[in-house]
Nanobody, 123 residues
Framework: QVQLVESGGGSVQAGGSRRLSCAASGRTFSTLLMGWFRQAPGKEREFVAAITWSGATTYADSVSGRSTISRDNAKNTVYLQMNSLKPEDTAVYYC?????????????????WGQGTQVTVSS
């Protein structure tokens, strides 16, 4: 199994930046498709970004151009760099992993989830 732990959340002013980290346990990290999801209060969890083992990336339209997902397989860590943050980016951000079960977009395809880290963007 895989354990995921997010960090890097906190409060930031609109227009600012934040880098989230997700540390994964186990020896299988490099073979996993990694994703970031977020969930605002009272709303459904939504896809943010994903990255394959080889570094291919994809982003939700809501964050495209403002965010960058990356991974360091040697450190078993995936990152989400978020720039030009907006109040609507406020949410709990979750790291997730799947064994290439299916589409990166659907959260039901992911096998492992972290506890989440809160990002609050003030106007």
């Amino acid at each position: 199994q895989v354990q995921l732990v997010e960090s890097g959340g906190g409060s930031v002013q609109a227009g600012g930046s934040r880098r989230l980290s997700c540390a994964a346990s186990g020896r299988t990290f490099s073979t996993l498709l990694m994703g970031w999801f977020r969930q605002a209060p009272g709303k459904e969890r939504e896809f943010v970004a994903a990255i394959t083992w080889s570094g291919a990336t994809t982003y939700a339209d809501s964050v495209s151009g403002r965010s960058t997902i990356s991974r360091d397989n040697a450190k078993n860590t995936v990152y989400l760099q978020m720039n030009s943050l907006k109040p609507e980016d406020t949410a709990v951000y979750y790291c997730a992993a799947q064994n290439y079960r299916g589409s990166y977009y659907w959260r039901t395809n992911y096998d492992y989830w972290g506890q989440g880290t809160q990002v609050t963007v003030s106007s």
